[in-house]
């Protein structure tokens, strides 16, 4: 365990953003002391700090956005965000959707130029 922060430091602003359901985000407002980690945050607000809200796997947690370990020590206006795991590979979703809206309706071949070739 760090050692206790001293006592005439501010109360650190930290916001914690976790993804609960698909389009749906909850944001939590916390002042936590100097010296608080990933983990002290979620567990402020109530969030498993070893599973990600439903998912099996550990918590994917980031600061602003970058990748970061449960120990991590946060700064002041920090925004800690958990992450759930993804259902369906983007690459895959993105090959099934064009297969089935089929080749002359999506991307370069959805307009086609009058007279001019297929594909161009």
């Given at each position: 365990?760090?050692?206790?922060?001293?006592?005439?430091?501010?109360?650190?602003?930290?916001?914690?953003?976790?993804?609960?359901?698909?389009?749906?985000?909850?944001?939590?407002?916390?002042?936590?002391?100097?010296?608080?980690?990933?983990?002290?945050?979620?567990?402020a607000c109530g969030l498993p700090a070893e599973d990600?809200?439903?998912?099996?796997?550990?918590?994917?947690?980031?600061?602003?956005?970058?990748?970061?370990?449960?120990?991590?020590?946060?700064?002041?206006?920090?925004?800690?965000?958990?992450?759930?795991?993804?259902?369906?590979?983007?690459?895959?979703?993105?090959?099934?959707?064009?297969?089935?809206?089929?080749?002359?309706?999506?991307?370069?071949?959805?307009?086609?130029?009058?007279?001019?070739?297929?594909?161009?």
């Amino acid at each position: 365990m760090a050692e206790s922060p001293p006592r005439d430091q501010p109360p650190l602003q930290i916001v914690v953003a976790a993804c609960l359901a698909p389009r749906e985000v909850r944001e939590w407002v916390l002042e936590l002391p100097a010296g608080a980690t990933v983990r002290d945050a979620l567990q402020a607000c109530g969030l498993p700090a070893e599973d990600a809200p439903g998912a099996a796997g550990p918590a994917a947690v980031g600061i602003w956005g970058r990748a970061a370990g449960l120990d991590a020590e946060l700064v002041g206006q920090d925004r800690v965000e958990v992450y759930r795991a993804l259902k369906v590979d983007p690459k895959v979703a993105r090959r099934e959707r064009f297969a089935r809206q089929g080749a002359r309706t999506t991307g370069l071949f959805a307009r086609q130029r009058p007279g001019g070739k297929s594909g161009y």
